[in-house]
Protein backbone atom coordinates (compact mmCIF):
# COMPACT_ATOMS: atom_id res chain seq x y z
CA UNK A 1 0.00 0.00 0.00
CA UNK A 2 0.94 3.75 -0.49
CA UNK A 3 2.56 6.02 1.64
CA UNK A 4 -0.67 8.26 1.22
CA UNK A 5 -3.44 6.27 0.84
CA UNK A 6 -2.17 3.78 4.31
CA UNK A 7 -1.96 7.48 6.40
CA UNK A 8 -5.19 8.04 5.70
CA UNK A 9 -6.71 5.16 6.24
CA UNK A 10 -4.82 4.64 9.96
CA UNK A 11 -5.70 8.03 10.20
CA UNK A 12 -9.73 7.50 9.78
CA UNK A 13 -9.42 4.41 12.28
CA UNK A 14 -7.64 6.41 14.61
CA UNK A 15 -10.24 9.32 14.43
CA UNK A 16 -13.56 6.55 14.45
CA UNK A 17 -11.95 5.19 17.76
CA UNK A 18 -11.42 8.80 19.33
CA UNK A 19 -14.84 9.08 18.07
CA UNK A 20 -16.57 7.07 19.92
CA UNK A 21 -17.72 7.90 23.90
CA UNK A 22 -15.53 10.95 23.88
CA UNK A 23 -14.90 12.93 27.41
CA UNK A 24 -17.31 15.66 26.22
CA UNK A 25 -19.52 15.24 23.22
CA UNK A 26 -20.76 18.60 22.24
CA UNK A 27 -16.73 19.51 21.84
CA UNK A 28 -15.76 16.74 19.79
CA UNK A 29 -18.05 18.13 17.43
CA UNK A 30 -17.08 21.73 17.96
CA UNK A 31 -13.14 20.36 17.98
CA UNK A 32 -14.03 18.13 14.82
CA UNK A 33 -15.66 20.80 12.55
CA UNK A 34 -11.46 21.49 11.62
CA UNK A 35 -11.21 17.96 10.94
CA UNK A 36 -14.43 17.80 8.70
CA UNK A 37 -13.09 21.09 6.84
CA UNK A 38 -9.58 20.46 6.71
CA UNK A 39 -9.44 16.77 5.59
CA UNK A 40 -11.35 17.61 2.31
CA UNK A 41 -9.17 20.73 1.14
CA UNK A 42 -5.85 18.41 1.86
CA UNK A 43 -7.38 15.85 -0.46
CA UNK A 44 -7.95 18.36 -2.96
CA UNK A 45 -5.00 19.95 -2.82
CA UNK A 46 -3.18 16.74 -2.80
CA UNK A 47 -4.78 15.77 -6.03
CA UNK A 48 -3.31 19.33 -7.71
CA UNK A 49 0.05 19.66 -6.10
CA UNK A 50 0.87 16.38 -4.21
CA UNK A 51 2.31 17.47 -1.17
CA UNK A 52 5.58 15.36 -0.51
CA UNK A 53 5.76 12.10 2.00
CA UNK A 54 7.23 14.35 4.65
CA UNK A 55 4.32 16.87 4.18
CA UNK A 56 1.92 13.75 4.58
CA UNK A 57 3.51 12.35 7.93
CA UNK A 58 3.53 16.35 9.32
CA UNK A 59 -0.46 16.35 8.52
CA UNK A 60 -0.93 12.98 10.18
CA UNK A 61 0.72 13.00 13.24
CA UNK A 62 -0.80 17.09 13.69
CA UNK A 63 -4.01 15.27 12.91
CA UNK A 64 -3.96 12.22 15.06
CA UNK A 65 -2.43 14.50 17.78
CA UNK A 66 -5.23 16.98 17.54
CA UNK A 67 -8.38 13.86 16.96
CA UNK A 68 -6.52 13.05 20.70
CA UNK A 69 -7.07 16.10 22.22
CA UNK A 70 -11.04 16.81 21.03
CA UNK A 71 -11.66 13.13 22.39
CA UNK A 72 -10.24 14.08 25.94
CA UNK A 73 -10.57 18.07 25.55
CA UNK A 74 -7.18 19.85 25.17
CA UNK A 75 -7.04 20.71 29.19
CA UNK A 76 -8.13 17.07 30.45
CA UNK A 77 -5.66 14.83 27.93
CA UNK A 78 -5.17 12.46 30.53
CA UNK A 79 -1.87 11.31 29.46
CA UNK A 80 -0.21 14.68 30.25
CA UNK A 81 -1.22 14.27 33.87
CA UNK A 82 1.48 12.74 35.44
CA UNK A 83 3.80 15.61 33.78
CA UNK A 84 1.30 17.98 34.86
CA UNK A 85 2.11 16.41 38.49
CA UNK A 86 5.19 16.23 37.71
CA UNK A 87 6.67 19.52 37.81
CA UNK A 88 4.01 20.30 39.44
CA UNK A 89 2.06 22.65 36.66
CA UNK A 90 -1.43 24.25 37.65
CA UNK A 91 -2.33 23.13 34.55
CA UNK A 92 -2.72 20.18 31.51
CA UNK A 93 -0.38 21.56 29.14
CA UNK A 94 -1.23 19.68 25.94
CA UNK A 95 -3.06 22.26 24.14
CA UNK A 96 -0.17 24.21 24.12
CA UNK A 97 2.23 21.19 22.80
CA UNK A 98 -0.74 21.31 19.91
CA UNK A 99 -0.06 25.09 19.34
CA UNK A 100 3.81 24.69 19.46
CA UNK A 101 3.86 21.64 16.73
CA UNK A 102 0.86 23.70 15.01
CA UNK A 103 3.86 26.16 13.88
CA UNK A 104 6.07 23.64 13.14
CA UNK A 105 4.31 20.65 11.44
CA UNK A 106 1.80 22.42 9.14
CA UNK A 107 5.12 24.91 7.74
CA UNK A 108 5.92 21.92 5.02
CA UNK A 109 2.76 21.71 3.70
CA UNK A 110 1.71 24.91 3.46
CA UNK A 111 4.97 26.11 2.02
CA UNK A 112 4.04 23.18 -0.45
CA UNK A 113 0.68 24.71 -1.44
CA UNK A 114 1.98 28.43 -1.38
CA UNK A 115 4.95 27.30 -3.83
CA UNK A 116 2.10 25.66 -6.31
CA UNK A 117 0.68 29.03 -6.04
CA UNK A 118 3.35 31.36 -6.12
CA UNK A 119 6.20 29.72 -7.99
CA UNK A 120 8.89 31.44 -6.22
CA UNK A 121 10.41 29.91 -3.27
CA UNK A 122 11.46 32.43 -1.67
CA UNK A 123 8.25 34.49 -1.69
CA UNK A 124 6.42 30.98 -1.05
CA UNK A 125 8.34 30.74 2.14
CA UNK A 126 8.10 33.69 3.49
CA UNK A 127 4.19 33.71 2.70
CA UNK A 128 4.26 30.29 4.76
CA UNK A 129 6.03 32.25 7.47
CA UNK A 130 3.55 35.44 7.79
CA UNK A 131 0.77 32.81 7.36
CA UNK A 132 1.35 30.43 9.91
CA UNK A 133 1.95 33.46 12.45
CA UNK A 134 -1.14 34.75 11.39
CA UNK A 135 -3.15 31.62 11.29
CA UNK A 136 -2.54 30.96 15.50
CA UNK A 137 -4.20 34.48 15.76
CA UNK A 138 -6.89 34.27 13.82
CA UNK A 139 -7.49 30.59 15.44
CA UNK A 140 -7.56 32.30 18.77
CA UNK A 141 -10.15 34.75 17.80
CA UNK A 142 -12.22 31.86 16.07
CA UNK A 143 -11.95 29.96 19.69
CA UNK A 144 -13.08 33.18 21.31
CA UNK A 145 -16.07 33.32 18.99
CA UNK A 146 -16.95 29.70 19.49
CA UNK A 147 -17.33 30.21 22.89
CA UNK A 148 -19.51 33.66 22.85
CA UNK A 149 -22.44 31.32 20.45
CA UNK A 150 -22.15 27.96 22.16
CA UNK A 151 -23.57 27.74 25.72
CA UNK A 152 -20.95 28.27 28.80
CA UNK A 153 -20.43 24.58 29.65
CA UNK A 154 -19.21 23.85 25.53
CA UNK A 155 -17.57 27.29 25.22
CA UNK A 156 -15.37 26.75 28.54
CA UNK A 157 -14.10 23.12 27.61
CA UNK A 158 -13.96 24.08 23.82
CA UNK A 159 -11.18 27.01 24.96
CA UNK A 160 -9.63 25.34 27.61
CA UNK A 161 -8.08 28.18 29.57
CA UNK A 162 -7.56 26.50 32.50
CA UNK A 163 -8.29 29.69 34.66
CA UNK A 164 -5.39 31.48 32.63
CA UNK A 165 -5.85 34.83 31.72
CA UNK A 166 -2.94 34.58 28.91
CA UNK A 167 -3.70 31.35 27.58
CA UNK A 168 -4.77 32.54 24.04
CA UNK A 169 -1.26 34.77 24.14
CA UNK A 170 0.52 31.89 25.46
CA UNK A 171 -0.63 29.81 22.80
CA UNK A 172 0.10 32.29 19.92
CA UNK A 173 3.65 32.89 21.41
CA UNK A 174 4.07 28.82 21.14
CA UNK A 175 2.53 28.92 17.48
CA UNK A 176 4.68 31.42 16.66
CA UNK A 177 7.47 29.67 18.43
CA UNK A 178 6.94 26.68 16.56
CA UNK A 179 6.70 28.71 12.89
CA UNK A 180 10.25 30.24 13.91
CA UNK A 181 11.70 26.89 14.65
CA UNK A 182 10.38 25.21 11.38
CA UNK A 183 11.04 28.29 9.68
CA UNK A 184 15.14 28.22 10.92
CA UNK A 185 15.29 24.16 10.14
CA UNK A 186 13.53 24.28 6.28
CA UNK A 187 15.63 27.41 5.81
CA UNK A 188 19.10 25.29 6.75
CA UNK A 189 17.69 22.72 4.47
CA UNK A 190 17.29 24.96 1.80
CA UNK A 191 13.74 23.99 0.97
Known amino acids: MKLKPMLFTLYLIIWMLL ?53 YTYSEMPLFSPITHFFGFERNHYDRLIHLLFGFLMFLPFYELFLSLFKSKHFAFLFTFFFLIAASGVYEVIEWLATEVTHAELGTAFLGTQGDQWDAQKDMALGHLGTIAAFAFWYRKKI
Open 19 to 71: AVNPSYRDDWWLENIMVFIAIPIIIWADRRIHFSPISMCMLFIFFVLHSIGSH
